[in-house]
């Protein structure tokens, strides 16, 4: 499970290579298309991650926050906070990898046109559930402490 926090930058890492599909190319012609599904409202984000390292069992993915999400950069936008389900998809190119409009798939069912700088989304390599809390001091519910009383308080059965 991905533990983040609202309005903070993510940094995870995931089982990636056990479930490579495309093992045509070197992994510097891979990256991966991560869908984020929020449980409360079902709202979707898509984001290529800003750091791609992909080791011998697992891959390093950065996401930056940003108020406005872009799925080309990686930034993203856990608001509100709670559970998601995530999805990674694995994207090959055949050519020079071209994470911009036009040259990366947008979502798992977006069909380029045949290209060696179009990526080609393979399938799901991996998924499972995040859990989004909320940055220190913006909760969406906050209490306020009351300070204690000087004399004591006393409550009378039945009033």
Same mark, same amino acid.
């Given at each position: 499970?991905?533990?983040?926090?609202?309005?903070?930058?993510?940094?995870?890492?995931?089982?990636?290579?056990?479930? @490579?599909?495309?093992?045509? /190319?070197?992994?510097? $012609? !891979?990256?991966?298309?991560?869908?984020? !599904?929020?449980?409360?409202?079902?709202?979707?984000?898509?984001?290529?991650?800003?750091?791609?390292?992909? =080791?011998? @069992?697992? *891959?390093?993915? #950065?996401?930056?926050?940003?108020?406005? +999400?872009?799925? =080309?950069?990686? $930034? /993203?936008?856990?608001?509100?906070?709670?559970?998601? $389900?995530?999805?990674? =998809?694995? #994207?090959?190119?055949? %050519?020079?990898?071209?994470?911009?409009?036009?040259?990366? +798939? /947008?979502?798992?069912?977006?069909?380029?046109?045949?290209? +060696?700088?179009?990526?080609?989304?393979? %399938?799901?390599?991996?998924? %499972?559930?995040?859990?989004? *809390?909320? $940055?220190? %001091?913006?909760? &969406?519910?906050? =209490?306020?402490? @009351?300070?204690?009383?000087?004399?004591?308080?006393? !409550?009378?059965?039945? &009033?």
């Amino acid at each position: 499970m991905i533990q983040a926090i609202t309005e903070t930058n993510l940094t995870t890492f995931l089982q990636t290579e056990d479930n @490579r599909i495309d093992t045509s /190319v070197g992994s510097d $012609k !891979i990256r991966h298309l991560v869908k984020f !599904i929020n449980d409360m409202d079902a709202s979707v984000q898509y984001a290529y991650s800003t750091v791609d390292l992909i =080791y011998d @069992r697992y *891959t390093k993915f #950065v996401f930056d926050y940003n108020a406005t +999400p872009d799925v =080309y950069t990686g $930034k /993203v936008k856990f608001i509100p906070s709670g559970y998601y $389900k995530y999805e990674v =998809y694995e #994207v090959s190119w055949s %050519g020079a990898v071209a994470i911009s409009a036009g040259n990366a +798939p /947008v979502t798992e069912d977006d069909v380029l046109p045949v290209g +060696p700088t179009h990526g080609v989304v393979q %399938g799901l390599v991996t998924k %499972g559930k995040m859990n989004v *809390t909320d $940055k220190s %001091g913006t909760a &969406q519910v906050q =209490y306020t402490q @009351r300070e204690a009383p000087e004399s004591q308080n006393y !409550i009378y059965y039945g &009033q």
